[in-house]
């Protein structure tokens, strides 16, 4: 009896150090919200720069360098929380995927040459194609949601196996661009601050020379609003339960 006792008790110390060791659900919130979606083609408005006229290698060459620009991104700007790992993720990404990124950038520029009508302006095309998409991830008020986003997309990228980075693209980039909508907690109701506070009313009519409000001239005072402290005056309930 004193072993199975000894046994049961060494199971369950094991059950609570792996569960100890078990990495975080979320660096930023209790629950995220799920901004997964769709898979794409590359011809997605809003998701990638548009390429008329391009061919499916095309397309998919352009979903490719958005979901690596997106990642270089992330490693850029999140390096605020060393746990999401942006910058190692980046790095292995682009060693393990070097030849299928090689190729995806001769592709595109094989289509801006051909759309553009010469080697020199489709140089300036693409050039002008790689400035829109890297900005088009530029982020703040949503920058939480995007770093652990683009960290979770950007791990399962440096385990992809290679030759199938475009294919990872094409399921994971919408997500990516869905997280660049602000969403705060998902578990419990959280509260944003309006862009202005409520400002008294200023009627000279209504204060005395003191600067005592007169009640019997203007009613009761409605200002500062019913709350708990200062804080109170901003407060909003978000629309998107912030």
Known sequence: MNMVRAIAASAAMVGVALTAAAPASAQFYLKSRDYSGAAIQGDEPGVVQPLPGATPAERRAVVAWTLRAGLNVAALQCGFQPTLLSVNSYNAMLADHKTELAATWATLGKYFNRTSGSKAKGTDALDHFQTLTYSSFSTIQAQLNFCQTAAAIGRDAAFTPRGEFATLAEQRLRELRN??????????????????????????????????????????????PAGAGVAALNQRTSAQAQ
């Open 179 to 224: 997280s660049q909508t602000p969403w705060g907690e998902q578990s419990f109701v959280r509260f944003a601050y309006a862009d202005t506070a409520g400002l008294p009313r200023f009627d000279p009519e209504c204060w005395d020379k003191k600067g005592v409000w007169r009640t019997k001239k203007c009613g009761e005072q409605t200002w500062p």
